[in-house]
């Protein structure tokens, strides 16, 4: 899949001008940038599209711990990648995906709910789901550690947000009320109205 350049996600810190066409990611499921692109044009560990699937078959690089060879697969907010000996954590900075050194805690928002079997399997706002037996509500997010093992940080009043979309991305706050889906959010020294749908709860 590709893109026109002058159409790709503002959250792609590249520049307008430049090819035509750009490479998108393999899905698009939210907010992703491909794993070409963090390579060869953000973190510049590679120069060409050769470099960087030579990366990938020596499987030197893992993805939320996971060895990934597909040069198109999607990089999501709070991922780590690691490349060798150096690691980077996925985050939003001016509204765009950064990558700092060092490991960052894997946090998913719930975006809904199944009953499989007597357990219950939570969808996640990347795409992917996991069966719990633990008590959560649609709009808590979840840390997933390495085991599998889960924390629950509970959407509620008081708890620490973070926008992940709309003309507020990348910038934190706490939920001063909450009204169905409406919100309203402290913010630096203001409070603003805000759709549940634009945070995830964050530490």
């Given at each position: 899949?590709?893109?026109?350049?002058?159409?790709?996600?503002?959250?792609?810190?590249?520049?307008?001008?430049?090819?035509?066409?750009?490479?998108?990611?393999?899905?698009?499921f939210?907010?992703?940038?491909?794993?070409?692109i963090?390579?060869?044009?953000?973190?510049?560990?590679?120069k060409?599209?050769?470099?960087?699937?030579?990366?990938?078959?020596?499987?030197?690089?893992?993805?939320?711990?996971?060895?990934?060879?597909?040069?198109?697969?999607?990089?999501?907010?709070?991922?780590?990648?690691i490349?060798?000996?150096?690691s980077?954590?996925?985050?939003?900075?001016?509204?765009?995906?950064?990558?700092?050194?060092?490991?960052?805690?894997?946090?998913?928002?719930?975006?809904?709910?199944?009953i499989?079997?007597?357990?219950v399997?939570?969808?996640?706002?990347?795409?992917?789901?996991?069966?719990?037996?633990?008590?959560?509500?649609?709009?808590?997010?979840?840390?997933?550690?390495?085991d599998?093992?889960?924390?629950?940080?509970?959407?509620?009043?008081?708890?620490?947000?973070?926008?992940?979309?709309?003309?507020?991305?990348?910038?934190?706050?706490?939920?001063?009320?909450?009204?169905?889906?409406?919100?309203?959010?402290?913010?630096?020294?203001?409070?603003?109205?805000?759709?549940?749908?634009?945070?995830?709860?964050?530490?």
């Open positions: 899949m590709h893109l026109k350049r002058n159409s790709m996600p503002k959250t792609w810190p590249l520049q307008k001008k430049g090819t035509t066409y750009i490479t998108g990611a393999r899905d698009g939210g907010q992703t940038i491909p794993l070409i963090v390579l060869r044009d953000i973190l510049k560990l590679a060409t599209r050769k470099e960087v699937k030579a990366i990938l078959t020596s499987r030197n690089l893992k993805l939320n711990e996971k060895v990934i060879k597909d040069e198109k697969y999607p990089v999501r907010l709070f991922d780590t990648l490349v060798g000996e150096k980077f954590k996925t985050v939003l900075k001016n509204k765009k995906f950064s990558f700092e050194p060092g490991k960052s805690e894997k946090i998913a928002k719930i975006i809904g709910k199944k499989l079997a007597g357990k399997q939570l969808n996640l706002n990347d795409g992917s789901n996991i069966i719990t037996k633990e008590k959560t509500n649609v709009g808590d997010s979840i840390i997933i550690s390495k599998k093992k889960i924390e629950i940080l509970a959407f509620k009043e008081k708890c620490n947000i973070l926008f992940i979309k709309g003309k507020h991305l990348g910038e934190q706050g706490t939920v001063e009320k909450i009204q169905g889906e409406d919100l309203i959010i402290k913010l630096k020294d203001e409070k603003i109205n805000a759709r549940q749908e634009n945070v995830i709860v964050i530490k």
